[in-house]
């Protein structure tokens, strides 16, 4: 990964926001913005991307001590990064947003698709298709994320939710469901017959589009 003195200036990323709005920034890009600076031995860049892993295991509300555990973050960028998705939360919440078709669910999950593992999220709905939470259940390998039922449907049975959306980023760009992926589904949907939480669908997407197994009457 180039250090941020070896891009070109509007491809930086403070620039970049200036210029192009913050659409426009990947997750790294976007922490390093907030982080400011690099560390001593290593740039703004490499930080935020060991960060950005670091939340993406711990989840969406991580202590101050999780990031503390980043090699280079100190005391003060961990409690500005704390803080910032705390305030992020209270002003912008995906909580109520309503899913009406596969479309509407791509905007929530497109953010990780530039990740280089696979990501398998999970978004809670009401008895209404309205978002109650979502999640990361798990991070897999490069080509195949680990997950089971009890992991997918733990978070949405305390949530009280009625139905869930899954989905996972293809790293490799090629959206075609692997047999894995259709398992994946069949298990997930017979699990949530059971649990009376309907799987509505499974998508799988990149950084361009998606793949919707409802859409392709594969559920």
């Known amino acids: 990964m180039k250090r941020i003195q070896d891009l070109p200036a509007r491809e930086r990323p403070r620039e970049k926001l200036c210029h192009k709005g913050a659409q426009a920034l990947s997750d790294m890009e976007l922490l390093a913005v907030l982080l400011g600076s690099g560390s001593q031995k290593c740039d703004v860049l490499t930080l935020a991307e060991k960060l950005l892993r670091q939340l993406d295991q711990v989840g969406a509300s991580p202590s101050v001590d999780d990031l503390l555990a980043v090699h280079g973050v100190g005391n003060a960028k961990a409690c500005l990064i704390v803080a910032g998705l705390e305030f992020a939360r209270r002003r912008i919440r995906p909580h109520g947003f309503k899913i009406a078709f596969p479309p509407d669910a791509y905007p929530l999950i497109r953010h990780i698709a530039d990740r280089h593992q696979e990501h398998f999220l999970c978004i809670s709905l009401n008895g209404a298709n309205e978002v109650i939470a979502l999640r990361t259940v798990s991070v897999g390998l490069v080509n195949r994320a680990l997950v089971h039922p009890r992991e997918v449907f733990a978070d949405p049975i305390t949530d009280r939710a009625t139905a869930i959306i899954v989905a996972h980023n293809h790293p490799s ?32 997407f990149n950084q361009e589009k998606y793949y919707s197994l409802l859409e392709n009457n594969q559920m």
Do not use: C
């Open 173 to 204: 760009g090629n959206l075609a469901p692997s047999q894995d992926d259709l398992s994946v589904t069949r298990q997930l949907k017979e699990a949530g017959n059971t649990l009376g939480i309907r799987l509505l669908d499974h998508i799988i």
